[in-house]
C-alpha cells in the first residue's frame, strides 16, 4: 500500500491574553485541586495591583495568533518528494480534522506538529485520533515531544526528536539528506493581523541556531544546520517576486537570522547591485542576534536594497549580571541604529530568571526599557526541557510535578517551577503585569512608535509602502486612544496627543 501523510499543526500560539486566562484560572474550580501549584489569592493580588491599570487592546494583541501557515508541514513534504503529501495550514483542531480524514480516506499517516504552548489541544488530538483514527499511522514530533504529557501517550519510535527531515526520511526507508539536497518550499500567505494585509512568504534557511543559551532548547533540540545556499535563496526571493508583483514580505523563519554570516552579506550585496532592475521591494521580518545584525552594512542595505529589513525581533533576555554571550557589547545605539535605518526594533527580555530577586526585578524592567525599542514583548520563565535551566530545576527538586495541567506549562504570568526569590505558579502575573505597565507608559503607543521608525527608510521606493503602512497604523492609533486615555496621567496623554497630530499632519 502506498503510504499518504496529512501534516496537521495543532496550535503554534495561544488565542488568550496573560489576563484572559489567568481570570479563568480564577474561577474555574477545576484548578482548586492544585493547592500546591495554583494560588488563587495570587491573581487577585495582581489584579488588585494592576488589573484596571492594564490595556486590554494592546495586550490581547500580543496575545493574539499570526495565523501563518503549517511552517513544519510544508518544509518536511518538501523534503520527502518521493512521499505523496498533504498540507493543513489551518490550526486543526478535531472536527476539522474528522472533515479532512473521512474525505481523504486514502491517508495512511497523520503527521501532527506538537508545542509547548497550547499543548492541550495537542493532546487532545492525539488522544481523539488514537481513539477515532487507530487504523492511521500517527507520527508527532515538534517540543511537545519532549514533555511526558505526550511522551507518555505516543510510542517512542513514532515520536521524533530534532531534525525532523532525516529522521522522516528514515522512517520512510529513504536516504538520509546532506545539507545540499534540502530543499526550501515556496510558502505563501497574508499576514492577516498586520496593517496592510501584505502577501507574505515564508522562508527557512536553517534548522536550529548557533548560540546555546540557557533558557532556549533551539540548539539541544536541532543543533546547527544552515541549509540554505546563496543560489537556493536568490531563487526563493526572486519567485516572490514574480508572484506578487507588489511589495511583500519575507518572514525569515529561522531561529536567528542571517547565518552563516557571509552567505547573508553575499545575498545582500547582490540585491544592492542589481537593486535599479527591481520595481517592488521584500521587507524582512526576522527573529535574529542584535549584536549581529548590527554587522550588515544597514544604512547601505535599507537605502540601496530591492531586499530590506522590516522588522528584527531580538532578545537581550536579561541585563543583569553577565547577561548573553550573544548580546555582549551590546548597547543602546545598537537598537538607535535599526531604527535610524527605519528598521522596527521588537525587543524582548525574559522575568524570572534565578538571578531575578523580588529588589532587582524593577532595575530589569526599566533596564530593557531604558533601551527605547520600538516596542517589547514581556516573557516570564518558562524552563522547557533539556535546557540548562530545566536541568539546574529539575535536579534541585523545583519544578512541578506531571500532574501539572498541560495549559500551565508553556503560560506567561504563571511560573511552572519553585522559584527561590520570587514564588512559585501564579506569584509571576504581578511581575508581568509591572512590567506590561512600565512598558507602555514608555512605549506609549506602538503603533505611532512603528511610523516613527518606518518614515526613517531611506529610499524612494519604500514611500508609498510607508504612507499605506502609516495610514492603517493612524487608524489604531486613534482607536488605542479611547483606551489610553482613561488609565494615565494627563502628561502621557498630551504627549500620546500630540504625536498623532504631528503623525497626521506628515501622513494625512
Known sequence: MNKKIVFFKSVSFDLTSTESFALKVLSDPKYDAFPNYIEKEKIQEAFDLYGYKLNPFNSDIYAAIMNSPNIEGHFLSENIPEIDTMVVDQIVNKRLATQILDKNDDITTIALSSYAMGMENTIDLIKYFQKHFSDKELLVGGIGVLYPHIKNLVLIEDLCYGNGVNWLRTKLNLPRYSHEDYRIPLITSNMEHFPGNLNTAYLVSQIGCPFQCDFCITNKFLDYNPVGRFYK???????????????????????????????????????????????NIVYIICLASLKHVNSFNLKKIQRSSALKLFLVNFGLESTLKKGYIKNKGVNRSHIERLKECGIIAYHNFILGLPHHTKDNISKEISNNLEFESTFYSINTLKPLPTTDLYIYLKNNKLLFGEDLPSELLYRDGFFPFFHKKLGKGFSALKYAFKAYFECEK????????????????????????????????????????????????????????????RLNKIFK
Open 233 to 279: 535563496i536568490i531563487n526563493f526571493i526572486d519567485n516572490i517576486r514574480a508572484s506578487f508583483k507588489d511589495d511583500t514580505f519575507l518572514f525569515i523563519c529561522d531561529p536567528n537570522a542571517f547565518y552563516p554570516e557571509s552567505l547573508w552579506k553575499r545575498i545582500f550585496d547582490y540585491y544592492v547591485k542589481t537593486y535599479a532592475k527591481y520595481d
Open 442 to 501: 514608555k512605549v506609549i503607543d506602538v503603533y505611532m512608535n512603528f511610523i516613527d521608525t518606518l518614515k526613517n527608510i531611506p529610499d524612494s521606493k519604500s514611500f508609498q509602502f510607508v504612507e499605506d503602512m502609516a495610514d492603517s497604523f493612524l487608524k489604531l492609533s486613534s482607536y488605542n486612544f479611547k483606551l489610553f486615555k482613561p488609565r494615565m496621567v494627563r502628561n502621557l496623554t498630551d504627549k500620546y496627543l500630540e504625536r498623532y497630530h
